[in-house]
Nanobody, 115 residues
Framework: QVRVMESGGGLVQPGGSLRLSCAAS????????MAWYRQAPGKERELVAS???????DYVDSVKGRFTISRDKAWSTVYLQMNSLKPEDTAVYYC?????????WGNGTLVTVSS
């Protein structure tokens, strides 16, 4: 059984920062990809950032230079540092893990960027 729990969402003003965390527990050996997706109201879910074995990272163009994905050495927690937030970053952010070829999602955490 694998459990995935996001935290760190909330309301922030434009230009502000938030740090999302995603903690995985249970049978989590052989995680190969950790990632963050987001889904804004009325839009499809999109990949925001991912990190793979060896530390390779990828970002959607709209967050490059503003967001940073990282993980702990145990591959049990993945973070998303979000700086210079914009209203268009408002969305539910979901943690995604690929564990032994099987995707696992968290329930999401809401990020609202508004003045």
């Amino acid at each position: 059984q694998v459990r995935v729990m996001e935290s760190g969402g909330g309301l922030v003003q434009p230009g502000g920062s938030l740090r999302l965390s995603c903690a995985a527990s249970g049978n989590i050996y052989s995680i190969t990809i950790m990632a963050w997706y987001r889904q804004a109201p009325g839009k499809e879910r999109e990949l925001v950032a991912s990190i793979r074995g060896g530390g390779t990272t990828d970002y959607v163009d709209s967050v490059k230079g503003r967001f940073t994905i990282s993980r702990d050495k145990a591959w049990s927690t993945v973070y998303l540092q979000m700086n210079s937030l914009k209203p268009e970053d408002t969305a539910v952010y979901y943690c995604y893990l690929l564990i032994r070829g099987t995707p696992k999602w968290g329930n999401g955490t809401l990020v609202t960027v508004s003045s």
